[in-house]
C-alpha cells in the first residue's frame, strides 16, 4: 500500500506525484477459418472488463492489433488493484460468440518507459563528459525535460495567463537547487527563462511570449528545469519515473491527496532528461540572438506594412477621386437627360392637349345625337326596373308570410308535444294516487279484523 501513497511536490498548489497503474493484456485470437468473419474488438473488451469485475478500468484502449492477437492497455487507480486484477486475468481464457476455441489472455503490469541512470549517463559519455563536473550547464546531466503540463495550474495573479516560472522553482526546489527554469513556447522561438542565480529569490521570473491566445489555443506546456547539482536532478528523475501529476480540487491551502479527501484532477506527464542542451549557454545565446533577429524581422515587417499600408491608402484615395468624377460625370449626363425627357414630356402634353379638344368636340357632337334617342330609351329602362322592384317585392312578401306560417306550423307543433307530455306525466301521476289510494284501503281492511279480535279477547277477560 506504501507504493500508491501519494508523493507531496508542492503543498501550497496542492500538487502531487502518484504512481501510474496501467496493465498490459494480451489476447490471443482463435484461427478464422470461415470468410467474411470478423471479431469483435469491442466484444473482447468487455469479456475482459467482466472478468476483472468488481474492480473497474479507469481507461482501456487496443494499443495493437493483428490476426493473431490484440493487445490492451488498462489503467486502474491504484498499483494494488492493478497487481490484482493482473493475476485475476492472467491465465484465463474467454469464449466469444460464433467461435469455439477459447481465447487465452496473458496479463501483466505495464512498467513505464523512463530513461535510466546508465542510459543518460551513458549519452552524455559518448559526446566527452565523463563526469558531471567536468561538462558544462546543459551539456551535462543536469536538466529535466516535462511534457504535459496543465498551464492553468501554474498561473499565477502576476503571470498574466502565462505559466509562471517562479511557481516551477519552487516546485522543483524540492529535488535540489535549480539554476535555471525555461518553458518551451511553442507558437515561436522566443521562451520564458528564469535564473536561479538572479531572480529565483525574488519569485518574478521573466517571460518574452506565450503566443497570441494562449489559454485559449494552449492547454499544456513544456518545460525545462536544470539542477545545479547532479544529485538533484537524479532524485528529481527518480521521483518522477512513473509518476502522473495530480493537483487537489481545493488547490492553494487544500486537502493533500494523500488525506483522501477531496477531488482530483489528473495529468499525464512525460518526463526524460535533455538530450538537445536546451539550457547550455550556446543555445541560450543562440535564442537570444534569434529573438534578436526576429525583432528586427518584426520592425522590419512592420516598417514594410506600414508603407504598404500608406501605398494602399494613396491608392485608395486616387480611386475614390477617380470614382467622385465619374460619379459628378454620371450626374451631370442624367441631368442633361433629365432635362431632354422634360422638354419631350412638354411637347407631348401640347399634342394631347390639342387632341383632347379635338376629341371632345366630336363627344359632344354625338352626344347630342344620342340625348335625343336616349330620354325614350330612359324612361323605358326606368318603367321596367320600377315593375321589376315591385314583382321582387311581392315575392319578398309572399317569402316573408310562408315564413311566418311555417313558424306558426312549428310553434303549434311544439306547443302540442308539450300538451301531450303534460297530460301523459298527469295521467302517470293519477295512476300512481289511485294505486296509493288501494293500497291505502287494502291495508285499513287488513288491519281492522286484527283489532276487532284483540277487542273481543280483552273483553272476555275483563267479563270473567
Not at 507504493?3 to 496493465?23: M, S, T, Y
Not at 484461427?31 to 478500468?57: D, H, Y
Request: hydrophobic share 35%.
Amino acid at each position: 500500500m506504501a507504493e500508491d501513497v501519494p508523493l507531496a511536490l508542492c503543498k501550497d498548489h496542492g500538487l502531487f506525484l502518484k504512481p501510474e497503474a496501467r496493465i498490459f493484456i494480451e489476447v490471443k485470437l482463435p484461427e478464422i477459418r470461415v470468410a467474411g468473419v470478423s471479431i469483435s474488438n469491442w466484444e473482447v473488451m468487455e469479456k475482459v472488463k467482466t472478468l476483472a469485475k468488481p474492480e473497474q478500468f479507469q481507461s482501456l484502449r487496443v494499443v495493437n492489433y493483428s490476426r493473431e492477437l490484440i493487445h490492451f492497455e488498462g489503467e486502474f487507480d491504484s498499483l494494488v488493484t492493478t497487481k490484482k486484477v493482473a493475476l485475476m486475468l492472467n491465465g484465463k481464457s474467454i469464449k466469444l460468440s460464433g467461435f469455439s476455441d477459447l481465447l487465452k489472455i496473458r496479463a501483466k503490469r505495464s512498467d513505464p518507459a523512463f530513461p535510466t541512470k546508465e542510459e543518460w549517463e551513458k549519452f552524455f559519455q559518448d559526446r566527452g563528459v565523463e563526469t558531471f563536473d567536468e561538462g558544462k550547464p546543459g551539456e551535462r546531466p543536469d536538466t529535466v525535460r516535462i511534457r504535459g503540463l496543465p498551464l492553468r495550474w501554474f498561473i499565477d495573479e502576476n503571470s498574466e495567463g502565462k505559466p509562471s516560472t517562479a511557481i516551477l522553482v519552487q516546485i522543483f526546489e524540492k529535488f535540489g537547487k535549480v539554476r535555471n527554469v525555461s518553458i518551451y513556447d511553442p507558437s515561436s522561438v522566443q521562451t520564458a527563462t528564469h535564473s536561479g542565480a538572479s531572480t529565483a529569490g525574488s519569485g518574478s521570473g521573466m517571460f518574452s511570449s506565450f503566443g497570441p491566445g494562449a489559454g485559449a489555443k494552449f492547454l499544456h506546456f513544456e518545460a525545462y528545469v536544470q539542477f545545479e547539482e547532479y544529485s538533484g536532478f537524479c532524485l528529481a528523475m527518480n521521483s518522477l519515473k512513473g509518476m502522473k501529476l495530480v493537483r487537489t480540487e481545493e488547490g492553494q491551502g487544500g486537502v493533500s491527496a494523500a488525506g483522501g479527501t477531496g477531488k482530483e484532477a489528473v495529468a499525464k506527464i512525460t518526463v526524460e532528461f535533455d538530450k538537445m542542451g536546451y539550457l547550455s549557454e550556446r543555445n541560450i545565446r543562440k535564442r537570444e540572438l534569434a529573438k534578436v533577429r526576429m525583432r528586427k524581422e518584426l520592425e522590419e515587417q512592420r516598417r514594410k506594412e506600414e508603407e504598404e499600408r500608406k501605398v494602399e491608402e494613396l491608392k485608395i484615395e486616387m480611386e475614390l477621386k477617380a470614382k467622385e468624377e465619374a460619379r459628378a460625370q454620371r450626374k451631370a449626363k442624367r441631368l442633361e437627360e433629365k432635362q431632354k425627357k422634360k422638354e419631350q414630356q412638354a411637347q407631348l402634353v401640347s399634342q394631347l392637349k390639342t387632341l383632347v379638344v379635338h376629341r371632345k368636340e366630336q363627344a359632344q357632337c354625338l352626344l347630342r345625337v344620342l340625348l335625343a334617342g336616349a330620354a325614350e330609351a330612359r324612361y323605358q329602362q326606368e318603367e321596367r326596373e320600377k315593375q321589376e322592384a315591385l314583382e321582387k317585392q311581392r315575392k319578398e312578401e309572399e317569402g316573408e308570410r310562408r315564413r311566418k306560417r311555417r313558424a306558426e306550423r312549428e310553434e303549434e307543433l311544439v306547443l302540442r308535444q308539450q300538451l301531450i307530455s303534460n297530460v301523459q306525466r298527469l295521467e302517470r301521476r293519477r295512476k300512481e294516487v289511485e294505486e296509493q289510494l288501494v293500497r291505502s284501503k287494502k291495508q285499513r281492511r287488513d288491519s281492522q279484523p286484527r283489532s276487532e279480535g284483540h277487542h273481543k279477547r280483552h273483553s272476555s277477560r275483563h267479563s270473567y
